[in-house]
């Protein structure tokens, strides 16, 4: 069906309006949508030929049955608005992804008087069941990541088909917190800690640096990473010791994003830059970023190599997912 | 698979529908369905793992197609329809993988329930296919809600049942119910009662069925039994063989629909009485001697005969008024014409004896007196066995045979007269009926009968009855003494209660099965916009325009309040208790003003928050709020009546306001 556009019934706009992005939400009539699915649509066709049938051929208990049909399909959009009115849903925040992977969305559904199925599903994609019934239930709405960056929520479409599947009863929730969304990482060979400027498609060839292994251990000097310190000596009372690792270098590494760089060179960069970082943080090697005009300080934290890959994926965002 | 349960449900649903058109459905279609329900069946419990490959299925699809198109202009239309549609049901129900192949199966199962309504609409059909389609619901309602347990489910059910049920009642009483909206092809339905020709051997298959052909409600006196002649058809051919309606009252039948209605003159007493009739696929209706119609889609003929407007496809009931004391004298000369018609030659012997007879006899009244004298005389014996008289049949039944059961007699009585010159037509229909309580009369289709009307100049057609010249207890016992001395009576049908009328218990148990099934016959199978107007006649008092246009909107109106009281019912219950539900609102109606909880604040933090925040008068009333709910979470129990919670709560409302202002 052509009004389902990117699987969204109503505009962004629209909806933005009428269910405010939260993390929380009760779902009441104005967050509801209700009309008659296809099955129910089929139903109604079935419901109209019976009654068609039973004036040609006179046929009263046709004619009833007809009505009764009809009665249950009333019911059932009465059923099926009261069952899905009152749901609370909690949306969590989703943990940053990389695009082609599955962004999970978690959610917590108190469902107190909510009975059946309920489908939830992102932009039509993968669609997740769970079966409700006086109880918390803690599910993820599921989607893949298509492009880099940092974006809103994409809104959660929650649906339910209760009773008898005559009528779908649906809401398009989302939060306030942001979805982050990192390259994709694509194997390249990591730069040599000299290496001054890095142009796309220059990347030169290292030593191979990749062993994980440390192989000694030396007395701590300030100035070296928190987590290299070999806390298990410590603690048994051998003085601080910071761990040592082949290939370690004290160097850093600069890895460079020039500022005219665009379009699919650009992707192809952020791509290699983001398989690189990922590389040199699992060293534990310090390397600094410089974004165009940005520039993040060599360090080799857990931290940093977050930020710096927060910032490859909103450097120059497109529309984003 | 989780959904074993109702696939199973639904496989069983679809089995036993088809079985129950088991008359309809050609067999290999029936064999086919069946083998497919044992594949999935099988499938479903695991006992078989492979399933038919779909090449084999469209190899296999295609070959029934051919075969049903081939059969399909045999058994008409409708009927090849629904084989078409129980086929692919069958080849549906092997390939029953997704949840849209259940949806549609699920469909036309409903679709197929809902047919066989038009081939069985006794009591105990309807309960038994009423219970297929509830079984149906529940197994949708299986496939929708795959947790739930069957109590669960099956109270969820009977709730939406319980609603169902009385709405649809009331959309029935009070929705009009319309004519058909245009013709529909022809049911190829096993309908038992009178043809439209008339073959003597006919009558006698005919009258070995004990099923119901009419009821008839009198509204003050009942006729007397000799008196009970039914017409149901005039006929006026005779082609040596059987006897048949002439091609142009078929005409004069159809202007008839379309222009204004023939109107018989009629005086005299009258009786008044409505008609509940048994469907039979053709247009004939039932009346006692010159009838009019009271109901709308009821025509009247020249021939005093009563026709519908439609096919009795299903049961209907019309209303009549029967002026005994009329003669039928009304009659074209083209009528009389007709009614002399013989077939060029044929039946020598019987063309000797009108000769004779009619030399021997100068008036018409001389001339048919003689023939029923010869009946009378020529030990002539009403059997429901006769034999089998291929040619000259009027002959061999007269000289040879002269056994024979009342079509014989009519059929012959009618030649003759012809023969010698008097206009004479054979009517056939039914005589008699069993009296049930409240004057009404259930006529059986073993009550059928033909008789001969002759004319006279002066009183018109005149009925003379043959049979009852040889066997007097037809007329005044019926068929059943008739025929008692060759224990004839009903021999297909050795279980049929009406075999037992002497064992007084069976015979009362009949009578109430009679009971039931006229009461449903007439006002559920038959209902229509006779019984509906009389209903508003008897709550208003007259079926005016308004009253009818009040008593719709008014079942509407019930409907509706129906729907609100379920509704109410069945509203979430709000699980917090009230100290809990007005705290909450009391942070509602801060929240607008400005004073929001943060997810990460625990009460008292918000508490301290106020306090600091917010202006003393409405920090006193927040206070009081929060110490009632902190009561009540730590102390179980609220200190505030709701009523006074509910005037805090207004008391905030005033002082956000007035502080803000």
Not at chain 2, 111 to 123: E, K, R, T, V
Not at chain 2, 266 to 294: C, I
Request: with cysteine; charged share 15%; glycine share 4%.
């Amino acid at each position: 069906m052509k009004i389902f556009k990117n699987g969204r019934f109503f505009s962004n706009h629209w909806l933005n309006k009428r269910i405010p992005r939260q993390d929380e939400i009760t779902l009441s009539h104005r967050h509801i949508f209700i009309l008659p699915s296809r099955f129910g649509a089929s139903y109604v066709g079935l419901c109209i030929l019976l009654f068609v049938m039973a004036t040609n051929f006179q046929n009263n208990l046709m004619l009833l049955l007809c009505y009764f049909l009809v009665g249950i399909f009333l019911l059932s959009l009465f059923r099926c608005y009261q069952n899905f009115v009152g749901l609370t849903l909690r949306i969590q925040s989703a943990s940053p992804v990389f695009v082609g992977e599955t962004v999970t969305i978690p959610l917590l559904i108190k469902a107190e008087s909510t009975l059946g199925q309920i489908k939830m599903s992102i932009n039509n994609q993968t669609a997740v069941f769970v079966n409700a019934g006086n109880s918390n239930i803690t599910t993820a709405a599921k989607m893949l990541a298509t492009y880099r960056g940092q974006t809103q929520c994409p809104r959660i479409k929650i649906e339910s088909f209760y009773p008898l599947g005559l009528f779908h009863c649906w809401s398009m929730i989302a939060s306030d917190q942001p979805l982050l969304v990192y390259p994709a990482p694509v194997k390249c060979p990591i730069p040599a800690a000299d290496v001054t400027t890095l142009k796309q498609g220059e990347t030169q060839s290292a030593p191979t640096q990749d062993k994980e292994e440390y192989y000694q251990l030396r007395p701590h000097q300030t100035g070296e990473p928190l987590h290299h310190i070999a806390w298990k000596q410590m603690a048994m009372g051998r003085g601080t010791l910071t761990k040592q690792f082949s290939g370690y270098s004290s160097q850093n590494i600069r890895l460079i994003v020039p500022n005219e760089l665009t379009g699919l060179a650009l992707e192809k960069h952020l791509s290699e830059l983001t398989f690189i970082i990922l590389i040199l943080s699992q060293q534990q090697q310090p390397f600094s970023l410089q974004l165009g005009d940005k520039f993040f300080d060599a360090d080799n934290t857990e931290w940093h190599s977050k930020v710096c890959l927060k910032a490859l994926a909103t450097w120059k965002q497109n529309d984003g997912i | 698979m989780a959904s074993n349960r109702q696939q199973l449900l639904l496989t069983c649903c679809l089995l036993l529908s088809c079985i129950a058109l088991f008359d309809v459905l050609l067999i290999w279609v029936s064999g086919l369905l069946i083998i497919s329900g044992i594949i999935r069946i099988s499938l479903l419990r695991h006992t078989q793992k492979h399933t038919i490959t779909q090449r084999t299925l469209n190899l296999l699809a295609v070959l029934s197609l051919v075969v049903l198109f081939w059969y399909g202009w045999q058994i008409g239309l409708m009927n090849s329809m629904l084989n078409l549609l129980v086929l692919a049901c069958a080849f549906k129900l092997i390939k029953l993988e997704n949840h849209k192949d259940f949806l549609q199966l699920s469909l036309s199962t409903l679709f197929i329930i809902a047919c066989g309504f038009m081939f069985y609409q006794q009591i105990i059909a309807v309960v038994f296919y009423s219970l297929l389609v509830i079984a149906l619901l529940f197994a949708l309602q299986s496939h929708f809600q795959p947790n739930r347990t069957l109590p669960d489910l099956s109270t969820e059910l009977i709730k939406q049942i319980s609603f169902a049920i009385p709405v649809s009642l009331l959309l029935f009483i009070a929705l009009p119910h319309l004519p058909p909206l245009w013709q529909m092809p022809g049911m190829n339905q096993a309908q038992s009662g009178l043809s439209d020709t008339l073959n003597p051997g006919d009558l006698s298959r005919v009258a070995q069925s004990a099923e119901l052909a009419f009821s008839a409600e009198f509204q003050q006196k009942l006729p007397t039994r000799t008196q009970l002649y039914w017409r149901a058809q005039v006929m006026e051919v005779f082609n040596g063989k059987q006897w048949s309606r002439h091609p142009y009252r078929l005409r004069q039948q159809q202007q008839l629909q379309f222009s204004q209605h023939y109107n018989p003159r009629v005086f005299g007493e009258h009786y008044r009485y409505s008609v509940v009739a048994q469907p039979t696929g053709m247009n004939l209706l039932y009346a006692l001697d010159v009838a009019t119609p009271v109901s709308d889609d009821v025509i009247a003929n020249p021939s005093y005969q009563l026709t519908s407007k439609f096919p009795l496809v299903s049961t209907i009931s019309y209303e009549v008024i029967s002026w005994y004391q009329t003669p039928l004298d009304q009659a074209s000369s083209f009528d009389l014409v007709l009614n002399l018609q013989l077939p060029p030659n044929g039946n020598p012997r019987a063309r000797a004896f009108a000769k004779q007879l009619a030399a021997n006899n100068p008036t018409v009244q001389q001339k048919i007196r003689a023939v029923l004298q010869y009946y009378k005389q020529q030990s002539f014996v009403y059997s429901l066995q006769p034999d089998v008289m291929p040619d000259n049949m009027v002959d061999t039944f007269l000289f040879e045979k002269k056994k024979g059961f009342c079509a014989h007699y009519a059929a012959s009585m009618a030649y003759l007269l012809r023969l010698m010159g008097i206009p004479a037509r054979v009517v056939t229909g039914y005589m008699g009926g069993e009296n049930q309580s409240g004057n009404r009369i259930n006529v059986y289709q073993f009550d059928a009968h033909a008789w001969v009307e002759a004319w006279h100049e002066d009183k018109g057609w005149v009925r003379y009855d043959p049979t009852a010249v040889v066997s007097p207890e037809r007329l005044l016992y019926g068929l059943e003494q008739a025929v008692a001395y060759e224990n004839s009576f009903l021999t297909e049908q050795p279980f049929s209660l009406m075999k037992f009328k002497s064992v007084r218990w069976l015979n009362q148990l009949r009578l109430a099965f009679a009971q039931m099934d006229y009461w449903w016959n007439s006002w559920v199978v038959g209902f229509n916009q006779r019984q509906q107007l009389s209903i508003i006649s008897a709550i208003f008092g007259s079926a005016t325009l308004t009253n009818i246009g009040l008593f719709t909107l008014g079942a509407l109106g019930i409907i509706l309040f129906i729907v609100a009281v379920y509704i109410w019912k069945n509203k979430p219950k709000s699980t917090s208790p009230v100290a809990v539900k007005y705290y909450l609102h009391a942070l509602k109606i801060l929240k607008k003003h400005g004073y929001q909880r943060q997810y990460s604040q625990g009460p008292e933090d918000y508490y301290q928050q106020i306090k600091t925040s917010s202006p003393l008068p409405v920090f006193n009333v927040f206070k009081r709020l929060h110490n009632n709910y902190m009561h009540y979470q730590y102390a179980g129990k609220p200190s505030m009546s709701p009523k006074r919670l509910k005037a805090e709560l207004k008391q905030l409302k005033h002082v956000l306001r007035t502080s803000q202002s």
